[in-house]
């Protein structure tokens, strides 16, 4: 078999969809890119596809090595992203050669289903009060939402206060009925984090995510030591030469590679495999599409340690277009008591819908994050 063609398409509300094909009629779909970033990405994909048009699709850890190491530069989040992209196409392009899911390629199912948790959006804590209780009738029990909004390096009580109370209000209304992590998103310096770590911790967070920055992940392990809630991180690292780094350093309770943005299913397996190896857990990020779901769903189906997955259903970033409206075969991912039963089609195990995603290619989105400033006007953290 041969890889004879790379074709990608933008698609509502934020996704890159990638579509690889053979001369033996098989195709394989990926994901590549990065939220915001959807064109560089799409460049690098076929800047890289020369390395593998007329290449053999079987051989995955080759054709990963050469687009990983054949450019002397690597590593970061647009190579990176384009890499995972290309490679969910090869894993699903050899489970369908197979006849096979790729969890049965990777050794086989640890655990029948993987629990999902909920993204939340709003800020007013009434708001997301409203919506967790919706989300609780569906069976759903652990959620996540941000913090606060932009905060500044050394920030008033005030600001501290406001955040705390935030998380107060959704503890009372659901007592231990519920479980939620609270994403720092980066937005919180050092400084602050060490004291929104302290004043949040009655409310018993199931982690927090990116209490700081990861360029400055020095502050993972003094984080840790100053309070008993688990950290996470790992969204924004892209590759085992990153990780590697914060599991010696110690700090972090919780990896969070994204299945599109850390070199795929190849470099994905390994990440969970050195994370287990320091008792550290795994929960893929994934506010992406449905490809990068069934991707990160096969890695957590093989992973002893994957203790949560995010998914993207009804997420705040979902405008024009939500999770499974390209996804023919949306049965498989149905959320049965907030778990995704293991996907039973060959491949990464999603059907795609390629006639709606050449009409939304029609009208490609152009997301981009907010930029946020602080009230003197200075770029803020988003
Ligand atoms: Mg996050």
């Known amino acids: 078999m041969k890889i004879t ?29 990065i939220e915001g970033r959807a064109r560089s990405v799409e460049a690098a994909v076929h800047e890289l596809s020369g390395y593998v048009i007329g290449k053999d699709p079987a051989r995955i850890n080759d054709l990963w090595q050469t687009m990983y190491r054949a450019g002397f530069y690597r590593g970061g989040a647009i190579l990176m992203s384009a890499i995972a992209g290309i490679d ?48 609780r009738e569906l069976g759903f029990d652990t959620f996540k939402f941000n913090g606060t909004e932009e905060m ?22 659901f007592g231990n009925e519920i479980d939620f992590g609270i994403d720092f998103h980066g937005r919180v310096g050092a400084p602050m984090a060490k004291v929104l770590l302290r004043e949040l911790e009655p409310f018993k967070p199931l982690f927090v995510e990116e209490p700081v920055l990861p360029e400055l992940a020095e ?70 599409g449905p490809v990068a779901l069934a991707a990160c769903l096969q890695v957590d189906l093989v992973s002893h340690n994957a203790v949560l997955q995010e998914q993207s259903i009804g997420i705040h970033y979902n405008e024009g277009a939500d999770l499974l409206d390209y996804v023919i075969n949306k049965d498989d991912f149905r959320c049965i008591d907030g778990s995704i039963a ?22 490609p989105p152009d997301w981009r994050n907010p930029v946020w400033r602080h009230a003197d006007g200075s770029v803020a953290e988003w």
């Open 5 to 33: 063609r790379l074709t990608t398409y933008h698609a509502a509300p934020r996704w890159l969809f990638l579509k690889v094909e053979t001369d033996e009629g098989i195709t394989g779909w990926g994901e590549p890119v």
């Open 88 to 135: 969910q196409a090869l894993w699903d392009i050899k489970g369908k050669a197979l006849g096979k899911p790729v969890y049965e390629l990777l050794g086989g199912l640890v655990r029948d289903s993987m629990k999902t948790y909920r993204w939340v959006g709003g800020d007013r804590p009434s708001d997301i009060i409203d919506q967790m209780r919706g989300y």
């Open 152 to 173: 500044k390096l050394i920030d008033s009580p005030r600001a501290v206060d406001a955040a705390v109370a935030k998380v107060a209000e959704i503890r009372a209304a």
């Open 219 to 288: 502050y993972y392990p003094r984080l840790a030591a100053s309070s008993p809630i688990p950290l996470a991180a790992g969204e924004r690292m892209y590759s085992r030469f990153e990780f590697k780094h914060v599991l010696a350093a110690g700090g972090l309770s919780m990896l969070q590679p994204d299945l599109s943005h850390a070199g795929g299913i190849t470099e994905c397996v390994k990440i969970a495999a050195m994370a287990e190896a320091y008792d550290v857990a795994l929960a893929p990020h994934c506010p992406l």
């Open 342 to 363: 293991a996907l039973p089609k060959p491949g990464l195990g999603v059907e795609i819908n390629e006639e709606m995603l050449v009409r939304a290619n029609q009208n």
